[in-house]
């Protein structure tokens, strides 16, 4: 599988960084630090977060041959937005 486009998110501040990696990690994503990758279940994500620009970026870099890139994105976006209410 291709990479993804990455998905860029902007005005995300240090709190709600935090309060994404707690989720994150709350759903089994190891995810710690303003950037890397973390694989679960096949599914596999890069991230990195500038906190100076407020901008957070993810990517998923691969998924098994019985999911979708789209549908990692789609729960990406989800789980950013949950975290900016």
Known sequence: MTQSTPQVFSGI???QYAIL???A???GFNL???SGTASK???EVAWNYDPAKLELTFQC???PFFMKADD???RIEALVKQSLA
């Open 13 to 15: 501040t240090a709190a």
């Open 21 to 23: 990696l707690e989720k």
């Open 25 to 27: 990690q709350a759903g």
């Open 32 to 34: 710690s630090g303003n």
């Open 41 to 43: 279940f096949g599914v």
């Open 61 to 63: 870099l691969s998924v």
């Open 72 to 74: 990692v994105n789609a």
